[in-house]
């Protein structure tokens, strides 16, 4: 007798994810797209996004899609670290960030702001001589270090309205970026170390920091921000929290248990039905972060191998979620400043996604496809000692 259709597996990870046919691009971008939603309700109406709330303060919508990019990140990641030497992987994932940031910070210093700061004041005068000028921002990597200037020449102090605007940032989008590095930086040591290689030393790293979020061990006191709490500090990557390199090396990692176990992984519609309740009973009632992220990874996963096939081109012929991640806030921040939220939620959104969307596409297409192209690069000293040290070529006489 034949098992109901969604009670069988439609196969592995592995059969069902190879190369580029799999959804990771159209997930991306959605998972992008909800990080802007999410920024809508603290930007323009000072308030949290409902999901806030309704999880007990746990997560909200755009912290649950970080975790979502950081799983898909660690399973996309996990392979090129296992193929590349450790600079090359070091190169190709400086070139996958850097030159896009770069831009977006340059777009906010020296366009996106000057255009608020002259509305505001009628010319340009002053703007670049106050101590938090453009100059200081980009210097400050944007607001990412612990020291930075979160606004430029005062805009968005003048610009925030009362009762509106929690983060007075003009990119904190940005803070996750750091994160992703430093987990970049662990495949890195692990693939060097041959660890990768090794098939229960990633899950044991997974299983380890779930023992942590599950008893509580790195749970932050009540009203402490996600970044607070006790942290670390590294050279040059600056400070961390160590709630977050907890919760979100798990999701890193797991992503990466998955990608190492893609033969073992069964894309089942029956577990990702059961994931759903799992995943809304832990927004309600708690254990987000044991229970309803494994859950959230799962689902992600299962829907990179079930979209159907016109979702699967999504990305194919551009990447342009890392644009919409870091365009969206300060979009949002110059939407906020202008008033827009005075036109209701569903035209700040609106007009935040297409606003983004445009500058994602160019940053794409000017910025960070024409970087991509450098990944072959080698320095020519290093080219040449990669000469020196091959054998001469021996002919017979």
Request: glycine share 14%.
């Given at each position: 007798?034949?098992?109901?259709?969604?009670?069988?597996?439609?196969?592995?990870?592995?059969?069902?994810?190879?190369?580029?046919?799999?959804?990771?691009?159209?997930?991306?971008?959605?998972?992008?797209?909800?990080?802007?939603?999410?920024h809508v309700y603290p930007i323009g109406w000072g308030r949290p996004d409902p999901l806030w709330l309704w999880s007990g303060r746990q997560t909200d919508l755009g912290k649950a899609a970080v975790l979502g990019f950081f799983a898909l990140s660690g399973f996309m990641i996990t392979e090129s670290a296992r193929r590349l030497s450790g600079g090359?992987?070091?190169?190709?994932?400086?070139?996958?960030?850097?030159?896009?940031?770069?831009?977006?910070?340059?777009?906010?210093?020296?366009?996106?702001?000057?255009?608020?700061?002259?509305?505001?004041?009628?010319?340009?005068?002053?703007?670049?001589?106050?101590?938090?000028?453009?100059?200081?921002?980009?210097?400050?990597?944007?607001?990412?270090?612990?020291?930075?200037?979160?606004?430029?020449?005062?805009?968005?102090?003048?610009?925030?309205?009362?009762?509106?605007?929690?983060?007075?940032?003009?990119?904190?989008?940005?803070?996750?970026?750091?994160?992703?590095?430093?987990?970049?930086?662990?495949?890195?040591?692990?693939?060097?170390?041959?660890?990768?290689?090794?098939?229960?030393?990633?899950?044991?790293?997974?299983?380890?920091?779930?023992?942590?979020?599950?008893?509580?061990?790195?749970?932050?006191?009540?009203?402490?921000?996600?970044?607070?709490?006790?942290?670390?500090?590294?050279?040059?990557?600056?400070?961390?929290?160590?709630?977050?390199?907890?919760?979100?090396?798990?999701?890193?990692?797991?992503?990466?248990?998955?990608?190492?176990?893609?033969?073992?992984?069964?894309?089942?519609?029956?577990?990702?039905?059961?994931?759903?309740?799992?995943?809304?009973a832990s927004f309600r009632w708690g254990g987000f972060a044991a229970v309803g992220q494994p859950a959230l990874v799962y689902l992600l996963f299962w829907a990179a191998a079930r979209l159907p096939g016109r979702c699967r081109r999504i990305g194919g012929r551009g990447d342009f979620s890392y644009g919409v991640y870091i365009y969206g806030f300060?979009?949002?921040?110059?939407?906020?400043?202008?008033?827009?939220?005075?036109?209701?939620?569903?035209?700040?959104?609106?007009?935040?996604?297409?606003?983004?969307?445009?500058?994602?596409?160019?940053?794409?297409?000017?910025?960070?496809?024409?970087?991509?192209?450098?990944?072959?690069?080698?320095?020519?000293?290093?080219?040449?000692?990669?000469?020196?040290?091959?054998?001469?070529?021996?002919?017979?006489?």
């Amino acid at each position: 007798m034949r098992r109901p259709a969604l009670l069988r597996p439609r196969g592995t990870l592995a059969q069902l994810c190879q190369g580029r046919a799999n959804g990771f691009g159209a997930l991306r971008l959605l998972l992008a797209v909800a990080v802007v939603g999410s920024h809508v309700y603290p930007i323009g109406w000072g308030r949290p996004d409902p999901l806030w709330l309704w999880s007990g303060r746990q997560t909200d919508l755009g912290k649950a899609a970080v975790l979502g990019f950081f799983a898909l990140s660690g399973f996309m990641i996990t392979e090129s670290a296992r193929r590349l030497s450790g600079g090359r992987f070091a190169w190709h994932r400086a070139l996958r960030l850097v030159p896009g940031l770069a831009g977006s910070l340059l777009f906010s210093a020296a366009v996106l702001m000057p255009l608020l700061y002259r509305w505001q004041h009628g010319s340009l005068a002053g703007f670049l001589s106050r101590p938090d000028g453009p100059l200081s921002y980009l210097t400050s990597l944007g607001g990412s270090a612990p020291t930075a200037g979160w606004d430029i020449s005062g805009v968005l102090a003048q610009g925030i309205r009362a009762g509106t605007n929690f983060d007075r940032s003009l990119n904190g989008a940005l803070w996750s970026l750091k994160y992703e590095m430093l987990c970049y930086l662990l495949a890195g040591l692990l693939a060097a170390a041959r660890l990768l290689g090794r098939r229960l030393v990633v899950p044991a790293a997974v299983l380890t920091l779930w023992i942590l979020i599950a008893t509580g061990a790195v749970d932050l006191p009540a009203g402490t921000p996600p970044a607070g709490g006790p942290g670390v500090t590294l050279p040059v990557l600056g400070q961390f929290s160590v709630h977050l390199v907890t919760t979100l090396g798990f999701a890193f990692l797991l992503g990466s248990a998955l990608r190492l176990h893609a033969d073992r992984i069964p894309v089942h519609d029956g577990l990702a039905l059961a994931a759903v309740p799992a995943l809304a009973a832990s927004f309600r009632w708690g254990g987000f972060a044991a229970v309803g992220q494994p859950a959230l990874v799962y689902l992600l996963f299962w829907a990179a191998a079930r979209l159907p096939g016109r979702c699967r081109r999504i990305g194919g012929r551009g990447d342009f979620s890392y644009g919409v991640y870091i365009y969206g806030f300060p979009v949002e921040q110059a939407l906020a400043v202008l008033g827009c939220a005075g036109y209701g939620k569903p035209a700040f959104l609106g007009c935040a996604l297409t606003a983004t969307g445009v500058l994602a596409v160019l940053s794409w297409y000017a910025v960070e496809r024409p970087a991509m192209r450098l990944r072959g690069w080698t320095p020519g000293p290093l080219k040449r000692a990669a000469g020196k040290q091959r054998p001469a070529d021996v002919t017979s006489p």
